[in-house]
Nanobody, 126 residues
């Protein structure tokens, strides 16, 4: 069974931090480019960040640049999204997704992905 499982979401105060994890099972995460996406109620899904198979290509949405950091640990078959200085507008369901055909993160938000996780909720509120 091929699965992606996100974890680490929760309720956090503005200015706080969370680290999301995306753990793969049933396949090797190192064979895939990884994207993080989020979707807030009533809004379209948007790309948040991307990291390539090698880790040599990455990308961030302008809204999170400088605050979020994507990383991967292929030995643990896990990708992370460290989120700092969180804002209420970061509130959304966060999803990880993987794609095995592209080496670069250029245009990652518009690509079709092979597998998606179930999502983890992030709520930023005082």
């Amino acid at each position: 069974q091929l699965q992606l499982v996100e974890s680490g979401g929760g309720l956090v105060q503005p200015g706080g931090s969370l680290r999301l994890s995306c753990a793969a099972s049933g396949f090797t995460l190192g064979d895939y480019l990884i994207g993080w996406f989020r979707q807030a109620p009533g809004k379209e899904r948007e790309g948040v960040s991307c990291i390539s198979r090698s880790g040599g290509s990455w990308n961030y949405a302008d809204s999170v640049k400088g605050r979020f950091t994507i990383s991967r640990d292929n030995a643990k078959n896990t990708v992370y999204l460290q989120m700092n200085s969180l804002k209420p507008e970061d509130t959304a369901t966060y999803y990880c997704a993987v794609e095995g055909s592209y080496a670069s993160c250029s245009g990652y938000a518009a690509r079709r992905y092979d597998y998606w996780g179930q999502g983890t909720q992030v709520t930023v509120s005082s």
